[in-house]
């Protein structure tokens, strides 16, 4: 299939300098990145890249695709069933734990039919902005009271497998990130037995998750669109011997590597009172820090932990709307890229689906904290929600327009109400999901002309959401 592209964002050659109908835009430290392109075909054959043609005419066989192509967005950090709670948290104010609570009854409530229903929409909805690709971080593992679902539903893995499912429905690449969960929380005396509500989310220990995870890796191991990688939920609810195991088992497998890091004060005041250190160093300590890695958040950091998370080359992956949204604070993000890290973008609890809208978060976040503009490039804005999104799930050669790449193509109009006028160079800066009208991911045409290939992706949600409250009552707030 042909696609033409009357401008697309493509990696500029390496020394090239840009020339009639190029927009320069280069990255902070004054390295040469992506620019914009008119009149662009692009060649794909089951699922990839196999030519790209600048300036040229379109014809009669192509897919025309308007405004402006970018590759496929990526969304590195998503906790799917979090939609649910969107608009339901805000009574009273609220807070990051009072937030939790709700969550809890939430998780309570799942099945795996459950779980599916709800999981295709939101992947349908990211897809809609978009998102080609979704990293999964993924706990709620078995049945609400611990134990593992029946063979008949799908065995341990079953709630995996509705994921699976629902990212295959939705059009979507999934990187599942699956997640060690293993204790409550952290008091000065140690970890702490999970509670009630967090049984399902745990497999009693670090050898079963491995046996779990491993049996995952074997089952999909024929399916190209979808990764296993690992991720230990956070140095609350992992031990340092277990973050190790946890680690070896990514390194040893070339699998990506997650964890939320430093959200909330209260993370790092309790590392501190149970270890004496801070949880960045209880990661370097356990050899879980290196490229392979994305420390989720990272907003309460010291400038040692910013060193440690850069001299290992640990990737930092922002989620500034739920950053916002909780209360948590603003990530140092300039001095993790400075520093060393490569940044990435997500959505996190889904109190929106715009991954543009996260990146250009950065910016925004950065010049609140600094009262200054233009830390981040527009191209490093585009990087961060493509290329940089996809590396940090395993996909190094996604996230760009170039030969040998997977057919990830987003469309973004520029004769909208929010982006008439716009440089196209700095789309960026003020485009965002409802500005999508055509996304491919993997040579598919996923959503055209603003719709999805399931349909009315709103009534999806409505269904799936409500059907999922009834079950599970009003959150607890």
Known sequence: MSFWCERAWLARPEGGQPGGGQSDVRVPGGGASGHVVESVR???AEGRIVAVE??????????????????????????AFHRALRGRTHGDGGSFWTWRAGMYGLAAALTPELYERLARAV????????????????????????????????????????????????????????????????????????????????DGTVEAWVQRVDALRTAWADDDRVLVGAA??????????????????????GAPLHVHLSEQPGENEAALAAFGVTPTRLLQDAGALGPGTTAVHAVHL???????????????????????????????????????????????????????????GVEEHERLSSGQRGAFSP?????????????????????????GAPADLVAVRLDTARTAGTDPAQAALVAGA???SDVVAGGELVVWDGEHWLGDVARLLTEAIEEIWAAAGPPRE
Request: proline letters at 6%; a negative charge; charged letters at 15%.
């Open 54 to 79: 600048p300036g040229v005419p379109a014809s009669d066989g192509d897919v025309r695709l308007g405004g402006l192509v970018l590759p496929g967005l990526a969304n590195a950090h998503s906790h």
């Open 302 to 360: 010291t400038d040692d932990d910013v060193a440690l998370l850069g001299a290992s080359g640990t990737g930092v992956c922002l989620c500034p709307t739920t950053e916002r949204d909780l209360a948590d604070g603003i990530a140092p993000g300039l001095r993790l890229l400075q520093a060393g890290s490569p940044l990435s973008v997500g959505t996190d609890q889904h109190v929106g689906a715009d991954v543009l809208a996260e990146a250009r």
């Open 379 to 403: 191209a490093t804005l585009i990087e961060l929600a493509t290329s940089a999104g996809h590396a940090a799930l395993g996909r190094p050669d996604a996230g760009r327009i170039a030969v």
């Open 434 to 436: 409802a500005d999508v």
């Open 232 to 253: 230990a939920h956070s140095v609350r609810a992992v031990a340092p011997d277990e973050l190790r195991a946890v680690a070896h088992w990514a390194h040893q497998a």
């Open 123 to 202: 992947f349908a909805e990211l897809a809609l902005g978009g998102t080609t690709a979704v990293g999964e971080f993924h706990y709620v593992h078995h049945r609400a009271d611990g134990t593992p679902h029946p063979t008949a539903q799908g065995g341990p893995n079953a709630m995996a497998e509705a994921l699976r499912s629902a990212a295959r429905d939705a059009g979507v690449h999934l990187t599942l990130l699956d997640t060690c969960y293993l204790h409550g929380g952290l008091g000065p005396a140690g970890h702490e037995p999970l509670a009630p509500e967090q049984v399902r989310f745990g």
């Open 42 to 44: 692009v060649e794909t």
